[in-house]
């Protein structure tokens, strides 16, 4: 058994949202907010948990955060590699007031020493673009759902984590992927001791589970247990090995 096959127990129906879009036609982001979904602070281009979840219908939404990756890098991304088997339905611009329509109070606030990392390795160009795939008619349910979707963000993944998920905007997400990448720009861990877990522990959003790359310096955050049940998948730049991490609870052993 592979990732795939153990999250497959989690499959859920496509959302009706997503499922009954039109191009053209104006989108809810309320509804989209209340989607199950993946989240991936310092995610730049890697299409690993889209594949895993989407391949085991466990998820439907993705939410790609990064404060060094452009549109036109992602653009430039979809056109040349994508997404095998779905082409692009649409694409739609988000505005804050979109993603966070109940506003914002931040949990966590960095350094100014934090402050000035940040704004060394961040590009100037902010965005969100929710990006709908539809399945090509060449594929079957096998392959993956008939649609799925990502909300690209060009920005911080700690506060957009705060924004979003911390202060009500959205649930919880289904799962975070953590990578720490030591020389890759980040102004606090993603990981175990970082902001984004202490605004989670703060506001008590947390995901229900992890999909951590262990094999470098990330540290998973305190309180969850590797599942093991839910074999290693490859991912990444370097396409290490990823864990899959829970919360347990009185009903739920590991």
């Known amino acids: ?49 889209v594949h895993t979840f ?21 653009r430039e991304e ?41 704004n060394r390795f961040a590009s100037a160009e902010r965005f969100a673009n929710l990006v709908i795939f539809e399945r090509s008619d060449d594929y079957d349910e096998a392959h993956g759902p008939t649609r799925f979707a990502v909300i690209f963000i060009g920005g911080d993944g700690i506060a957009t984590y705060d924004a979003i998920f911390c202060n009500g905007n959205a649930p919880a997400p289904f799962c975070v992927v953590l990578q720490d990448h030591g020389f890759g720009g980040n102004w606090s861990h993603f990981g175990r001791g970082g902001l984004m877990e202490r605004a989670a522990r703060e506001s008590g959003a947390y995901p229900e589970y992890l999909l951590a790359a262990t094999g470098d310096s990330t540290e998973v955050w305190e309180g969850y247990a590797r599942i093991p049940d839910a074999p290693s998948v490859l991912g990444g730049m370097y396409h290490g090995r990823r864990e899959l991490f829970g919360r347990p609870s009185p009903s739920r052993r590991f």
Not at 56 to 69: E, Q, T
Not at 78 to 95: D, M, N, P
């Open 1 to 49: 058994m592979d990732m795939k096959e153990y999250l497959k127990k989690f499959a859920e129906e496509v959302p009706a949202w997503m499922l009954d879009y039109a191009p053209g036609t104006e989108i809810d982001f309320v509804e989209v907010l209340k989607s199950r979904i993946v989240y991936y602070p310092g995610a730049y281009v890697d299409g690993q948990p």
């Open 54 to 74: 989407v391949q085991a219908h466990a998820a439907h939404v993705f939410m790609y955060v990064d404060y060094m990756l452009s549109w036109e890098k992602i």
């Open 78 to 118: 979809l056109s040349e590699h994508g997404f095998k088997g779905y082409r692009i339905l649409a694409s739609v611009k988000a505005g804050a007031e979109d993603l966070t329509p109940r506003g914002w109070t931040p949990h966590v606030k960095p350094t100014r020493e934090q402050f000035d990392r940040m």
